[in-house]
């Protein structure tokens, strides 16, 4: 029996297919990383607005890995054509737990990268939050290196 992450098929986003999916995990990230913060349902209203925005701008693309027409990755990707050289920026790299660690995130890096590239993007960024260490580690093997470094101090 083939493993199921090699079955999987990335399409472009569709809101009304996969806006509930995103929102979910963007829900889990923040929960995951960011405990502190409470987005609720402001934070809700936020994050449809932007989704909304992207899919519209030819500058940005989100894919969606389905396995059985399920929703089971995610991977957003803008094009800075503006900047000099022109630089690629990934964010919201998601893959659902019981998938992980299966090549998933990296075919869907590899398929943002490639779209940037064809776009003339020269370069490609990211952030990603200290603590989620297996996000780290496969961006270190996919060639990344730490370029900026952001801190926080809570203010008492």
Request: hydrophobic share 40%; net charge negative; with cysteine.
């Amino acid at each position: 029996m083939s493993d199921p992450a090699s079955q999987i098929e990335f399409r472009d986003f569709d809101f009304e297919r996969h806006f509930a999916f995103a929102l979910d995990h963007h829900f889990e990230l923040i929960r995951e990383h960011l405990p502190d913060w409470d987005a609720g349902q402001a934070g809700a209203k936020l994050y449809e607005a932007h989704v909304k925005e992207i899919t519209h701008d030819p500058c940005c693309r989100i894919w969606v890995g389905e396995l059985e027409g399920r929703p089971v990755a995610l991977i957003e990707a803008s094009f800075r054509p503006n900047f000099s050289p022109a630089v690629g920026h990934i964010s919201d790299v998601y893959v659902v737990p019981d998938l992980r660690r299966r090549g998933i995130g990296a075919r869907m890096m590899k398929t943002a990268e490639d779209w940037l590239k064809s776009q003339g993007a020269s370069s490609v960024d990211l952030n990603v939050n200290a603590l989620n260490e297996n996000a780290i580690i496969l961006y270190r093997k996919l060639g990344y290196d730490t370029h900026q470094l952001n801190m926080k101090k809570p203010l008492k």
